[in-house]
């Protein structure tokens, strides 16, 4: 027998599933990712902006030098190599970061003891390089030019004595790295310019054929006197013995002769004088001498080519670091008689 059937009731409706409660070791690790990048950062932050190591054998400083055409991994090595930065990779973030890679400048730097890696980068990007100096003294030859670059510790390369005459004697700046026929080109580049600056404004009538013979008598009077004042004086006294045909008698065209400029370390003698054939005895050969004898500097030149007038022939030193002057030989002979009374007064003192 069949069971009666139920009626059906309304249907309830069904509650949508629990979400499931938070995984507690997501945001464990979020946190730990945020912790680890605070770190780093302020890591870094110490690495750039904090106290760099100190100098490796003490002292206040470290000096490191950067070459011509570096990249900037092999200059941020160069950095750690030297002690300079802890880490190359820091300097070389810094760098891209501030947007200075590409303005990094080579040469030496002389870099505070723990400076940071900031520093450095400024100190890099300005180009504050250690400056080393070649002075050039009015009056060395060629030859002693050469010896002096040659000598120079910071320099590199090798050159020969250029023409003589031709080197600016002055001060001149150079880095460490710079190759010493790049700095003779440039002492011979200044005197160039200066030598054609002056002939053309040379004072009419001289005798010069070239600028050459100028820079030759230049070269004599830079060797006879040191007074910036007696030059022109100097000068004209040696063009009046040209335009006499006279022979110029000047003791240091015999030491060129002898020495090519370089110190003679004694007196010259009487043998020195007659017995020395050579083109540069300006005792024996009349004119001026084949090449200048020195290198001049500016206040010769200028009085080789604007001497004064004057009707002296000759001069001898007055004891006191100048000169005195005369006519005649007469007057010159009385002069050189009290200039050897002076000397012998002077001899042991």
């Known amino acids: 027998m069949s069971q009666p059937r139920r009626k059906a009731g309304?249907?309830?409706?069904?509650?949508?599933?629990?979400?499931?409660?938070?995984r507690r070791g997501g945001s464990g690790l979020f946190k730990l990712l945020i912790l680890v990048a605070l770190l780093g950062a302020a890591g870094f932050a110490?690495?750039?902006?904090?106290?760099?190591?100190?100098?490796?054998?003490?002292?206040?400083?470290?000096?490191?030098v950067l070459k011509r055409g570096s990249n900037l991994p092999e200059i941020s090595q160069a950095l750690a190599d030297?002690?300079?930065?802890?880490?190359?990779?820091?300097?070389?973030?810094?760098?891209?970061?501030?947007?200075?890679?590409?303005?990094l400048r080579a040469g030496e730097y002389a870099i505070?003891?723990?400076a940071s890696v900031f520093q450095v980068l400024s100190m890099i990007r300005s180009g504050k390089i250690v400056h080393h100096f070649v002075t050039v003294p009015e009056g060395f030859s060629s030859a002693q030019v050469a010896d002096l670059l040659n000598n120079n510790p910071v320099l590199t390369g090798h050159v020969q004595p250029?023409?003589?005459?031709?080197?600016?004697?002055?001060?001149?700046?150079?880095?460490?790295?710079?190759?010493?026929?790049d700095a003779l080109q440039t002492m011979v580049d200044a005197q160039t310019k200066l030598v054609d600056s002056l002939w053309a404004g040379r004072k009419p009538g001289l005798p010069y054929k070239s600028k050459q013979q100028a820079l030759a008598m230049a070269s004599i009077v830079e060797k006879e006197t040191a007074l910036a004042a007696e030059r022109?004086?100097?000068a004209g006294v040696y063009l009046?013995?040209?335009?006499?045909?006279?022979?110029?008698e000047a003791d240091p065209t015999i030491i060129y002769g002898l020495t090519k400029g370089r110190p003679l370390g004694r007196t010259l003698t009487h043998a020195d004088v007659i017995d020395t054939a050579n083109p540069f005895n300006t005792y024996a050969n009349a004119g001026l001498p084949p090449t200048p004898i020195a290198n001049p500097g500016r206040a010769s030149i200028e009085a080789a080519l604007n001497p004064i007038a004057t009707d002296d022939l000759f001069f001898v030193?007055?004891?006191?670091?100048?000169?005195?002057?005369?006519?005649?030989?007469?007057?010159?002979?009385?002069?050189?008689?009290?200039?050897?009374?002076?000397?012998q007064s002077l001899k042991g003192k």
């Open 10 to 22: 309304p249907s309830k409706a069904r509650r949508a599933p629990a979400p499931p409660p938070p």
């Open 46 to 64: 110490w690495l750039c902006f904090g106290p760099g190591p100190g100098p490796r054998e003490g002292g206040t400083e470290t000096t490191v």
């Open 82 to 103: 030297a002690g300079v930065v802890r880490l190359p990779f820091s300097f070389a973030l810094a760098a891209k970061a501030t947007g200075g890679a590409g303005r």
């Open 112 to 114: 505070p003891a723990r």
């Open 162 to 181: 250029p023409a003589e005459g031709s080197v600016m004697p002055q001060t001149y700046d150079v880095q460490r790295g710079d190759d010493r026929n």
């Open 232 to 234: 022109p004086h100097v």
């Open 240 to 248: 009046n013995r040209l335009a006499k045909g006279m022979r110029l």
């Open 317 to 343: 030193a007055d004891g006191s670091g100048g000169h005195v002057f005369a006519q005649t030989f007469e007057q010159h002979e009385r002069n050189v008689v009290r200039w050897r009374q002076i000397a």
